[in-house]
């Protein structure tokens, strides 16, 4: 019997066949995600960890994490050698000492999110050191709450439906790709992104797409596409800001009404500050595009209704915050902000609940109570932690220091795919005396632990799905029972607690069934949906009421600034910010500012290092997670993960389509497979995260499958923010004319008994 289930790239029915595991989309998406295809590879034995295993070297005294064979051990074991360890370091160097930042996506399902689950578990033993922000916005996050006083534009976005209907001019920064649409942190009900920009289009709304890739934009949009030097789009930005305003098609009254710092920063755009006008033909120089073409779309975006459009991607790079912080000013030069269709967004394709209204009530949510310790990092900066205890960085006007990480605790994400520079995170992983990881894979995460605890997927367990940006509860059956020995999160750290004599405060007394009614009934006491828990699991769903999909990002603003003033010190937009200011750094001014980042220091395409390495987030897969389901092994080529370039420098390097290629940085190598595409900006080549690191052949290369994060930099975006800059890296790429080594990605590194 097929039984309903739920991931971040949709709704879905499973069931055990003899053919392996039958997935069908729900009948309601119109827009399926080809996701799903990957869903059966998560029973696939060859690669889950199936019982408890420990490292052999950590048993022994030596060895080194990521090079080492593991042993399997009983859970008995197990439990005692994780609870010992915890114990000591909290005993001797105090539970600062244990990092449970423990980033990453895991699975959809409110009940068993690893992420709750570890910090609830990590607080009840008496706290740990914390990350803040996330590898997907870390520039953005902080920057917002002082150029606009929150992260509404990310959570709160003008929505699709006013889109749809009012916006005349889409002029999209790293465009609104179809790939990232289809998934949502949590899950989602109905794919519509598509659908919504096709309605523009029919209405005759014009398209621009701003970035390398030319598909990061629907074909059927028609857009013009402008592919600016990578990392270049600050200057453009800056460009159309000085001709709007020198041409007098600003917003005069807007500016001084809403926005704070005007001068300032016109004082910057006009040179009277740095003696260099911003011009159009300024940006040409810097970002390649043609001064006519700057003015000519400068004009168009004045006298239509424009949504000023910037995907994360473009703030996930070295000053990543100017990118967002010229855009927002574009938006009030514009002075369409609060206007049906005008304005700014920040993530439009970036996930599929951005432009969705959010719901006005709280979720179903685990408790995670409270943790005593203080110290946190900010996310992206765990390898100069780990690497550096006691050494003291800048962040957002704090000086701060790093703490002395004795334990890594990590369940439900894959840092040795999402952090930047590999090896040097490989070389922080070994500082640890402990690392311990709960996956239900042998990742190349789990490969760099000492304790590695089994993990069920969604697949072998109970939960309820849901998202604030979705409008379906739904019930997510136990499709098979657990692979092997796997636990499901919980019942790991519910063997730990008790362990060390805190079960009850942990589990409170309850199992999965039990919290599940009593996460359910506890939501329906702020919001009740007229049934039961028992109802409800009956019916398996509920449509969940929200508030119409027709909110304008900051109308009550636009009406009555001083009425509906915005958190930040001023109450309006800040051009110019005081308090960034005052901080004094030189990687992030008081106002958007172009600043040349080390990657553009050496002109494109000269040096050892001539062309760009996108590394974007992949379309076959979610971030790492089932790279080898079927979607994302059919992408591979010779089991390498495709990188696409540009025939003129594919031909400049005798580059064929199907060729195994080095990319090679400062930083590393990767092993790729080159396909040939006009669809990327001669000077880019594009290579997606997630494909399995594989560190087996170092001789050959760093990561011998296709991990960009081989070659990317290890560098926060900025003092203020310090968020994480994996898009963009200076690269070359050689052909490789030995026949590449086999991966070891789908051969866990256990020792022959
Ligand atoms: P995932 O592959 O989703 O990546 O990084 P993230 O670490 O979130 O990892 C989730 C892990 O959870 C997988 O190993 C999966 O097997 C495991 N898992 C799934 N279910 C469960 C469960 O129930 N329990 C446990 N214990 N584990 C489970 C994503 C991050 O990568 C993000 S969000 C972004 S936006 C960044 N993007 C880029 C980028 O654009 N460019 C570069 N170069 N690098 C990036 N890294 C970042």
Known sequence: MHRQQSSHWGLFTAASTPDGLGVIADPDDPDPAPLLRNVPAALDERVRVLAPHVR???????????????VQVSWAE????????LDRVRRVHGNEAIYGGSYGWGSAGRFHHAQSQIHRFLNVIGGYTRSVNSYSLGAATPLLRHVVGSVDPIGRPTAWPV?????????????????NSQV????????????????????????????????DLAAELDAEWLAPVPGTDTALMLALCHVLIERGWHAEEFLRTHCEGFEEFWKYLSGAADGTAKSPQWAEEICGIDAAVIVGLAESMATRRTMVTLSWSLQRARHGEQPLWAGIALACVLGQIGLPGGGFGHGYGSMAGIGVRPLPYRLPTLPQGVNPVRQFIPVARIADMLLNPGQEYEYNGERRT???????????????HHHQDLTRLAEAFNRPEAVIVHDPFWTATARHAD???PATTTLERNDLGCAREDRALVAMRQVVPPLGEARSDFEIFAALAEKLGLAQEFTEGRDERAWLEHLYEQWRQNFDPGLDFAQFWENGRLDLPGEPDDQVLYDRFRADPAGNPLPTPSGRIELFSQRIDSFGYADCPGHPAWLVPEELQVPPGSGEFPLFLVANNPATRLHSQLDHGATSADSKVHDREPMRIHPADAAARGLSTGDIARVVSATGSALAAVVISDAVRPGVVQLSTGAWFDPSAPEVATCIHGNPNAVTRDIGTSSLAQGCTGQLTRIEVRRHEDPPPPLRTLTPPIAPR
């Open 163 to 179: 889109l749809a209907e009012h916006t005349e001019h889409f002029v999209c920064f790293g465009g609104i790709p179809a790939k």
């Open 56 to 70: 052999k070297g950590w048993l022994e005294g030596r060895g080194v994490r990521g090079r080492d064979e593991y």
């Open 402 to 416: 790093y703490p002395d990480i004795r334990l890594v605790y990590w369940a439900g994400g894959n840092p040795f």
């Open 184 to 215: 949502n942190s949590g899950g989602i009900s109905k794919h519509s992104v598509a659908g919504h920009l096709r309605q523009a289009r029919a209405r005759g709304a014009r398209f621009t797409l701003v970035g390398p890739l030319r598909d």
């Open 78 to 85: 197990a439990v005692e050698l994780a609870a010992g360890a």
């Open 451 to 453: 304790i590695v605890f």
